[in-house]
């Protein structure tokens, strides 16, 4: 019998060092073992975060961030690719067809660059046709643009002292729009009509399709006198060019990217169009954008396009096609330094200076933000704490109110950086 007990003891010993062996190991006592796909909350049971290499950091943090009730009424695409590295750093749900919201003026800005080129100019002309007599001209004012986003009064005033210099002050004749570079459409497809949308016309001022009257206007304050009326029509090829005013390609990118201009993108997508044939369409532009798409890799008929400021509801692309185009742009020497200028910086300028204040990622990212009912959006780049560029694009669809999507982009990046 005592035998039997000295056994039952010996082995209970046995036993209770095992489990203490396992427990200890479970709480922490062999830390310098960290499980390869250890939990976002369990790191600190572990080893601290900070001390774990950048790239198992960074999942760790945006593991954590992806997760919560936020996500499970909503949907999500992110990626992060480390631009110097040549690797993907973290997806999920980079597929997901989505819509953009403005983060669409990236593909605009990135196809202008390439196709059109960081010194292309806008251009808007004045000419007469017709005869010249004392003090008065017998003809017509043509007044002929390529949809120059930028056109103020004192550009305009600027055209009409080509005419008082010709010590006129008299016009028999009318003042004619010529809308010839661009099909015009009232509105671009998917447009709501009831929005407070700008007007589609290669002669635009102020947001408005209103050039003959401004002129006319400016003449007035000249001095010149106009019997003709405000028309329509065709610049004659023999008319006289009087003066023309030239904006560089860079300056309208700057207002698209910067404060999210609508307006100005859809500018640019008409002059990438015309590169193609006149009269411009949205449809050509479209073309080059698809045949870009297809450059970088990917199939531009599994992305839907409509316009290109991204008002349209009906734009789908991915964060996985988003990613790839600033890839693209970033190894391109022709566009880069031109995209990289004109994109809102966190915390400092543009539709982010608010953004990421007293964080990692002040004066660090520079994105494209988005905004539709129920669409938020953030996409650019940022440098790691290892001094590499990356890429990344966060597309967040049916939030209801942008103050959550916000918050949890501004995290994204702010882990991006740390």
């Given at each position: 019998?005592?035998?039997?007990?000295?056994?039952?003891?010996?082995?209970a010993?046995a036993?209770?060092?095992?489990?203490?062996y396992?427990?200890?190991?479970h709480a922490?006592g062999?830390?310098?073992?960290?499980p390869?796909?250890v939990?976002?909350?369990?790191?600190?049971?572990?080893?601290?975060i900070d001390?774990?290499p950048?790239?198992?950091?960074?999942?760790?943090?945006l593991?954590?961030?992806?997760?919560g009730?936020?996500f499970?009424?909503?949907?999500?695409?992110?990626?992060?690719y480390?631009l110097?590295?040549?690797?993907?750093?973290y997806?999920?749900g980079?597929?997901q067809?989505?819509?953009?919201?403005?983060t669409?003026k990236?593909?605009?800005a990135i196809?202008?660059?390439?196709?059109?080129?960081?010194?292309y100019?806008y251009?808007?002309?004045?000419?007469?046709s017709?005869?010249?007599?004392?003090?008065?001209l017998?003809?017509?004012?043509?007044?002929?643009g390529?949809?120059d986003p930028?056109?103020?009064k004192?550009?305009i005033?600027?055209?009409?002292?080509?005419?008082?210099?010709?010590q006129?002050?008299t016009?028999?004749?009318?003042?004619?729009?010529?809308?010839?570079?661009?099909?015009?459409p009232p509105l671009?497809?998917?447009?709501?009509?009831?929005?407070?949308?700008?007007?589609?016309?290669?002669?635009?001022?102020?947001?408005?399709?209103?050039?003959?009257?401004?002129?006319?206007?400016?003449?007035?304050?000249?001095?010149i006198?106009?019997?003709?009326?405000?028309?329509t029509?065709?610049?004659?090829?023999?008319?006289?060019?009087?003066?023309?005013?030239?904006t560089?390609l860079?300056a309208?990118?700057?207002t698209?990217l910067?404060?999210?201009?609508?307006?100005?993108?859809e500018?640019?997508?008409y002059?990438?169009?015309?590169?193609?044939?006149?009269?411009?369409?949205?449809?050509a532009?479209?073309?080059?954008?698809r045949?870009?798409i297809?450059?970088t890799?990917?199939n531009?008929?599994?992305?839907?396009l409509?316009?290109?400021?991204g008002?349209?509801?009906?734009?789908y692309?991915?964060a996985?096609?988003?990613v790839?185009?600033?890839r693209y742009?970033?190894?391109?020497?022709?566009?880069?330094?031109?995209?990289?200028?004109?994109?809102?910086?966190?915390?400092?300028?543009g539709?982010?200076k608010?953004?990421?204040?007293?964080t990692?990622?002040?004066?660090?990212?520079?994105?494209?933000?988005?905004?539709?009912?129920?669409?938020?959006?953030?996409?650019?780049?940022?440098?790691?704490?290892?001094?590499h560029?990356?890429?990344?694009?966060?597309?967040?669809?049916?939030?209801i109110g942008r103050?959550?999507?916000?918050?949890f982009q501004?995290?994204?990046?702010?882990a991006?950086?740390?």
């Open positions: 019998m005592k035998h039997k007990l000295r056994i039952f003891f010996w082995a010993v036993i209770g060092i095992v489990v203490n396992f427990a200890g190991a922490g062999r830390s310098d073992v960290v390869s796909e939990g976002a909350a369990d790191y600190a049971d572990t080893i601290p001390s774990l950048y790239a198992e950091r960074l999942r760790l943090r593991d954590s961030l992806c997760t009730e936020f499970i009424q909503t949907q999500l695409g992110l990626m992060v480390d110097d590295a040549g690797r993907v750093l997806a999920l980079e597929k067809l989505l819509r953009p919201a403005s669409l990236l593909l605009t196809t202008a660059l390439d196709r059109l080129g960081s010194n100019q251009r808007t002309e004045l000419y007469f017709g005869d010249c007599g004392m003090n008065a017998y003809g017509d004012i043509y007044i002929k390529t949809m930028t056109l103020e004192a550009d005033e600027r055209l009409v002292e080509s005419i008082t210099a010709l006129t002050d016009i028999h004749g009318n003042i004619v729009a010529d809308r010839s570079f661009m099909d015009s671009g497809r998917g447009w709501c009509w009831d929005d407070d949308n700008p007007a589609l016309t290669p002669l635009v001022y102020q947001r408005k399709d209103n050039i003959t009257e401004v002129l006319r206007q400016c003449m007035t304050e000249h001095d006198v106009v019997t003709g009326n405000n028309t029509g065709t610049t004659p090829e023999d008319a006289v060019l009087l003066a023309e005013r030239h560089p860079t309208v990118l700057m698209m910067k404060e999210s201009d609508n307006l100005y993108a500018s640019v997508l002059n990438l169009g015309g590169s193609t044939r006149l009269p411009a369409t949205a449809d532009a479209i073309a080059h954008e045949a870009l297809r450059r890799g990917l531009p008929d599994d992305y839907e409509a316009d290109g400021s008002l349209s509801p009906y734009n692309l991915s996985e096609c988003e790839f185009l600033l742009a970033y190894h391109d020497a022709r566009i880069f330094p031109s995209l990289y200028r004109a994109l809102p910086k966190a915390g400092t300028d539709t982010l608010w953004r990421m204040q007293n990692l990622a002040e004066d660090n990212v520079r994105a494209k933000t988005g905004t539709l009912t129920g669409v938020s959006t953030l996409a650019g780049y940022c440098f790691s704490p290892e001094g560029m990356l890429a990344f694009a966060i597309l967040n669809q049916g939030v103050r959550r999507a916000h918050a501004d995290a994204v990046c702010v991006l950086c740390k």
